[in-house]
Each structure stands twice: as structure tokens, then as C-alpha cells.
């Protein structure tokens, strides 16, 4: 079974992706006043676990980039090794 860098990268930058979406939603769901300081109902702690879930998303589709990037140099040096 032959599993390929490209295939690989684009697989997490989808997964980080609907984690971002996820988290998002939660974001947008938690409850605010029109004074955007909370409503008695928002406890702080609601907002972390979203929070962290995007900077997740946003480390993960960095490292996909890079090895996009990685695979991209790869199959270069190969072509000039060729030439």
C-alpha cells in the first residue's frame, strides 16, 4: 500500500478544516450580551476547549503545508537528479 505525501496533507488540511468549523460553531453559539462582556449564563471555560480546537486546526494545517512543501522540493531534486 502505497500512501502518498499529497494524499496525506490534504487529508489533514480536511481535517482541520471541519475542526475549525466545529470550534467556530461553538464560538458562535456561546451566549452574549449586546455589551459583548458575556451574559450570566457564559462561563469562560466554554470558550477554551473551541479556542484551542482552531490554533489546533491552524498548527495542523502548517504542518500539512510543509509537507506539501517537503514533497514538493522532493520530487524536484528527483527530476534534476534525473536530467
Known amino acids: 500500500m502505497n ?3 499529497t494524499a496525506s496533507a490534504v487529508n ?3 481535517n482541520a478544516q471541519h475542526k475549525s468549523a466545529d470550534a467556530a460553531d461553538v464560538i458562535a453559539k456561546l451566549p452574549v450580551q449586546d455589551n459583548e462582556v458575556g451574559s450570566s449564563e457564559f462561563n469562560s471555560s466554554d470558550i477554551i476547549k473551541p479556542v ?3 490554533k489546533e ?6 504542518a500539512a503545508v ?3 512543501q517537503a514533497d514538493k522540493e522532493t520530487i524536484g531534486s528527483l527530476l534534476n ?3
Do not use: M
Open 3 to 5: 500512501i502518498s505525501p
Open 12 to 14: 489533514i488540511i480536511n
Open 52 to 54: 484551542i480546537s482552531l
Open 57 to 62: 486546526a491552524e498548527l495542523e494545517t502548517s
Open 66 to 68: 510543509k509537507l506539501l
Open 81 to 83: 537528479t534525473k536530467a
